[in-house]
């Protein structure tokens, strides 16, 4: 297979398994969403959706954030893990929002990045899942997935990032990146591999990969 016919089998394969694509975070708007895919950070998205109803019950607009304190959050937060840090965080980007943007989320890199505790990731997920805005944040799923299927050297998120968007159409990122996650949590995790059952790695998989398999 050719690059292109491998890209072009990958799309093919994600859009048969996920013609709808769910969303992993629960969220009513993109303030809840932001806040959210912040507390996922080394965490997972199941314990996320358990603690932010009742963070949202308490608080879900900016308004209401900066009434509570940041001990409050932290306290409600604290099952996600980094607490301290996140409920800094959280507390201090409810500030930002009122004061610099009128208490909506921004629609772009620089503006998310610059609010507390929100860095590329965070950013490129608000942008995409939020707005619509094509972007290609890269989590460990994809990260791994992209490496194994011989379109990174993987060496880390950032270079993963930019051969993702130069390898698959830009129609297709913010799709590309929830199908891929999916993809990589039911047929390609980290533990518990089963290549009779991951048929995108099967297939194009980098042959360090394969070999590596094939060996075992």
Do not use: C
């Not at 996922?40 to 900066?66: C, G, H, W, Y």
């Not at 930002?96 to 208490?103: P, S």
């Not at 490496?147 to 993987?154: D, I």
Request: hydrophobic share 40%.
């Amino acid at each position: 297979m050719t690059k292109k016919e491998k890209v072009n089998f990958v799309i093919e394969t994600l859009e048969d398994l996920y013609p709808e694509i769910p969303i992993p975070l629960d969220h009513k708007d993109p303030y809840t969403l932001l806040i959210a895919v912040l507390l996922s950070a080394q965490s997972t998205d199941v314990r996320v959706n358990k603690i932010t109803p009742l963070l949202f019950a308490r608080a879900s607009t900016p308004q209401e954030m900066i009434k509570l304190s940041v001990e409050e959050i932290r306290e409600i937060i604290k099952p996600v893990g980094l607490s301290p840090m996140k409920s800094k965080g959280i507390h201090g980007l409810s500030h930002i929002l009122l004061e610099k943007h009128e208490g909506k989320v921004p629609q772009s890199f620089e503006a998310l990045e610059e609010l507390p505790a929100v860095g590329h990731k965070t950013a490129g997920v608000v942008l995409s899942q939020a707005f619509g805005i094509p972007a290609f944040p890269v989590d460990t799923h994809i990260h791994r997935l992209l490496y194994r299927w011989g379109f990174t050297k993987g060496t880390n998120v950032i270079q993963t990032e930019k051969d993702a968007k130069r390898l698959f159409p830009k129609e297709k990122w913010n799709d590309l990146h929830l199908q891929i996650i999916w993809y990589g949590r039911e047929y390609s995790p980290a533990r518990g591999w089963d290549i009779e059952k991951d048929i995108i790695t099967k297939t194009i998989g980098r042959k360090t990969v394969l070999d590596s398999i094939r060996k075992k």
